[in-house]
DNA sequence: TTCTTTTTGATAGTAACACTATCATTTTTA
DNA sequence: TAAAAATGATAGTGTTACTATCAAAAAGAA
């Protein structure tokens, strides 16, 4: 599967395209790896420069701002995630099936690759845990959803939509539905993780099951 | 129902009682329109110091850090939905009719004063709906949390979470519920107004009409 | 190979940010 | 009216988020 993963990804996100270089390459890998070290408020060009061995200049000319960083690394996420949803989904043709396929995809409790192109998947999936939100909820989203920075998330989103009008065409609210699963269960990962009383499980780990768990009984009865 | 609004918060939240001077009500006031202006991110002390004819140092008095004082907004948030819900579910016996109020009020949809002590609650809505979750998802999230800083909002889910137990009490999610309808609540806003396509709203208006029409079929759908 | 272009490194600089410290002044309270 | 508390004024520190400049190194073309 390995072969497969190259995406062409948004221009307006960098300024050289960072698949390119090996430069570039250690700049996203070791990004992922130092913003799931230290969190993305703490994360700097600075630091990262002295993690690679360069200098701020030269991260700079790739990317103009750590938050154009940040949406680049979570929109090589949701293609990628995308792209596991099709090649696996290939295999099944009931759409109840589907669903549960891509609910434990989008929670991230599944077995593949650690590594892919050398990014730590483990820690990007942390990452998109805890910092995805803050890839949007900023005062410009309008001005960098013009750009279409976005649209990785949105495709994904639309590819799950289509799945649950499959369950049930009638149903009123696919994309909504969609998106809803998606950051439910990021949240309540991160909840069950670090705010355990914001949710029923009993566990003190198996975040990933109890969270799988939760959105299929959410999903299946809400789409019935 | 004014004379009602005096929350005891966190000690931990602040350095001295903003409620007990006018300089700190008008920190905290004015703190919710510059954060609502220019959005968390570019808010600053010094820039609210200005704001309020104070200085840098007189602010750092009352509270030691920006993401304290944007946890101690969210704090009185949480404490007031909750009276809200309490004071308004007084007349209700119904347990489902209770869960459609709490919805209501949970997306604010409903027009309550526009100020309460001095604080525009509109705005402080919008803080809710695009801030909230920066206060938690922050690394050291497990230490402010030992502090007990988050219990407010855990207050809120406890009692939502109580209304789903009346109405099924063998629902085995009553709290992952709970906080996702919240959370789903501010983030659906948030799409439906930009990032539409994350979304089933035709409309261009009416966020708030159609995420209160998503949570209900959510909501009973999933409770059952 | 040499020449040219592209990329990177080294260094410096700026305005703002997130504080901390000190001391004088004003306001409140006992 | 004296003591205590709160505020203001000023200064300073280390860091962040960049931008600019110019030299050195690497890559590609002739």
Redesign the pocket.
Known sequence: MEFLIQFKLNDHLYL?DPEL?D??RSIVRESINLIYEIGFE?F????LALHI??????I??YF????KLLIYILSWYWNYLELVCKFQLQRESDSKNKLKLILEIVTYNYPYGLEIKGYNMQRLHEIVISESSKSYLVKDVDDINEELVFSPLKSLCSFISEVILEINPKFDYPKSLASTLIETAHQQQFFSAHLPSLTDNKNKELHKEYVLAYLNSLAFSVIK
């Open positions: 050289r270089s430069i570039g703490k700097t060009f600075r630091k061995k360069t200098t701020e200049t030269t700079y000319r103009s701002s750590k938050h």
